[in-house]
């Protein structure tokens, strides 16, 4: 099975930061990973699929990027509602995967 | 607008069996690939199973032979029946709709709905 490795575990920030979440694949993955947000009591939210292709309606300050083993998620300048926990998902083999998460803090 | 609402979580004890079903609305689950994730008490996420519009189905290898994925057309409806339950089954369910038809892009998501497995 594929593993992904997201980092770091939690980050600490301040409105306005621009941040970076980095997820590594165990193997080459070519662009398949997906990016979510989820918020506590609530269900994930796709953010970015393909690696790099934005979900509708979600705000230009996201961004992803990265192929083969080792993708990033950047937010350019936090908002408030962005404090979040993010996940990062493999899509190019079954069983499918998540990283273990990234927890993003004021 | 899109809704998918699970239900038929709760209590119940090792070795039980208990059947969750994600009701769909806007969305047509028969069409579509549906999925069930779950999520530990303060754990990440976890793929548990798929239903292609095709029918075909897959399992996470922590539940194959155990769980068994499936759909109402007619009720417009997805189940997750599982038998067997361990300790280690206890998570909030969600029901995750995939309208990329199968590049498991989940765009849609439910409430989710808890199972506790317990004595």
């Known amino acids: 099975d594929i593993q992904m490795t997201q980092s770091p575990s939690s980050l600490s920030a301040s409105v306005g930061d621009r941040v970076t979440i980095t997820c590594r694949a165990s193997q080459s993955i070519r662009n398949s990973v997906n990016w979510y947000q989820q918020k506590p009591g609530k269900a994930p939210k796709l953010l970015i699929y393909?690696?790099?292709t934005l979900q509708g309606g979600v705000p230009s300050r996201f961004s992803g990027s990265g192929s083969g083993t080792d993708f990033t998620l950047s937010i350019s300048s936090l908002q408030p509602e962005d404090f979040a926990t993010y996940y990062c998902?493999?899509?190019?083999?079954?069983?499918?995967?998540f990283g273990q998460g990234t927890r993003l803090d004021i | 607008e899109v809704l998918l609402v699970e239900s038929g979580g709760g209590l119940i004890q090792p070795g039980g069996s208990l059947r969750l079903s994600c009701a769909a609305s806007?969305?047509?689950?028969?069409?579509?690939?549906m999925n069930w994730v779950r999520q530990a008490p303060g754990k990440g996420l976890e793929w548990v199973s798929v239903i292609h519009s095709g029918g075909t189905t897959n399992y996470a290898d922590s539940v194959k032979g155990r769980f068994t994925v499936s759909r109402d057309n007619s009720k417009n409806t997805l189940y997750l029946q599982m038998n067997s339950l361990r300790a280690e089954d206890t998570a909030l369910y969600f029901c995750a709709g995939d309208s990329s038809n199968g590049w498991y892009r989940f765009d849609y998501w439910g409430q989710g709905t808890l199972v506790t497995v317990s004595s």
């Open positions: 393909d690696a790099s």
């Open positions: 806007g969305f047509t689950v028969s069409s579509n690939f």
């Open positions: 998902q493999q899509t190019y083999n079954s069983p499918i995967g």
